[in-house]
């Protein structure tokens, strides 16, 4: 009887044995937990966007301003889940677009994608953070004026067949990445660049707030802005060292990297504001970590915490003048510096991970480490991206204008759009 005990107990072992083999990949539960926490940070950027806009606009646009930021949250997180995902990550179409693998999430489960230890759920909503925050960015350049049905149809649109394909060039096995080799760790190309050109299409073709340039536009709430600027750092650990993919060194020094920068970034703003103009202002040094942000965005897991100084440094330097000298001199309205702070800290960043980028910090070696066809292919990445992105940005703007208006009659926005649009006030300060 014990031999058959014995004999009976090695069969149930074996058959346990054997059972788990056939599980198949198992989730690695550190990086899981970490690519969660990464995707919640990133959800965060948005309505802290919202307040960092809203705080920048005059009182009677408070509101309209932030509903921008979260009602692009709303639509873009059911456009991703249907066929955004798919056009971005799906089996690839001659280097351009992904195909229609994930369309509706067919295929996307609680398994790892292969080769992964995380469930391609998470990943799929973490990448759909960042389609959500990408045009959200677009709307400080038009804030003010624009249409809040027009907003809605062009998000969906501009998702569609801009960020999709461009995130599908550089993320999804698209050309950028296979073919030119460029690097963008977290979305120097996919999001800043993508969003600031955008941004520029919308200003050509909106037009400038009425009284822009004769009439005081001065922020409402820079507490609110603050606030928000506050926000956005932190949820740019997220956004950064989220793109490891890992709770890992890769993790880390993408954490450390984009600290360093927006501090630097920060001090160069506010420096050269103070020499320039005789005041460091608070606007000023939240503008200045935002730059910091934005530059180091795809240089974060590429390059040492030192070089990130220089390009955070320098990104607060380059910004300013964007902001306080070129936007002057050609006198467009872009109403929330998107072009300023996105476009040029987008560009330089791109242009320094081609510069700083080291295989010694696990990236490939850059300009000044011996390697200039690195910058050269950051440099081929950028262009390409600006001038697709602002093709096809100005002719989806120009059709939605002829076909349903993307501008508020002029008697709204002299009453400003909380009241004309939503049927609120962002403060009732008689009660």
């Known amino acids: 009887m014990k031999r058959l005990l014995y004999v009976f107990l090695m069969l149930i072992g074996f058959a346990v044995s054997a059972y788990g083999a056939d599980e198949g990949p198992k989730i690695d539960t550190g990086a899981t937990a970490w690519l969660l926490m990464s995707t919640a940070l990133v959800m965060l950027m948005t309505p802290g966007l919202g ?238 970590a935002v730059a910091g942000l934005v530059a180091i965005t795809p240089a974060a897991g590429f390059i040492s915490p030192m070089s990130s100084i220089i390009v955070g440094g320098a990104a607060g330097i380059i910004c300013y003048f964007a902001v306080s000298i070129v936007k002057p001199m050609f006198r467009y309205d872009d109403s929330l510096d998107v072009l300023g702070i996105h476009g040029a800290g987008g560009i330089w960043g791109a242009l320094a991970t081609g510069l700083f980028a080291s295989k010694a910090w696990g990236g490939t070696d850059g300009l000044f480490f011996g390697n200039p066809k690195l910058f050269l292919m950051q440099a081929l990445a950028v262009c390409a991206t600006i001038v697709y992105v602002f093709v096809v940005s100005f002719i989806i703007l120009k059709v939605l204008d002829v076909v349903i208006g993307l501008r508020v009659s002029e008697e709204d926005e002299f009453t400003g759009l909380d009241i004309s649009i939503h049927g609120e006030h962002g403060y009732e300060l008689d009660k």
């Open 51 to 288: 307040l960092f806009y809203g705080g920048m606009v005059r009182k009677k646009n408070v509101l309209a301003t932030i509903m921008h930021s979260f009602i692009i949250l709303c639509i873009i997180s059911v456009v991703w889940v249907l066929w955004g995902y798919s056009l971005s990550f799906g089996s690839d179409v001659g280097g351009f677009i992904g195909g229609l693998d994930y369309v509706f999430l067919s295929g996307v489960g609680l398994e790892p994608p292969e080769g992964k230890g995380y469930p391609h759920l998470i990943f799929m909503m973490f990448q759909g953070m960042f389609a959500i925050i990408t045009p959200a960015l677009i709307t400080g350049a038009f804030a003010e004026r624009m249409k809040f049905s027009a907003l809605m149809i062009f998000s969906v649109i501009w998702v569609t067949v801009i960020y999709s394909p461009l995130c599908h060039w550089v993320w999804g096995g698209g050309w950028i990445s296979t073919k030119l080799g460029a690097l963008d760790f977290a979305g120097g190309t996919v999001v800043h660049i993508n969003s600031a050109v955008a941004a520029a299409a919308a200003i050509i073709v909106i037009g400038k707030r009425r009284g822009y340039g004769t009439e005081p536009m001065m922020p409402h709430n820079l507490p609110m802005t603050i606030i928000g600027a506050a926000l956005l750092w932190f949820g740019w650990f997220g956004f950064n060292a989220g793109s490891a993919l890992a709770a890992d060194g890769l993790a880390s020094l993408a954490f450390v990297t984009t600290n360093t920068a927006t501090g630097a970034a920060a001090l160069g703003w506010l420096f050269t504001e103070w020499v320039h103009r005789g005041k460091p202002t608070a606007l000023g040094v939240v503008s200045g």
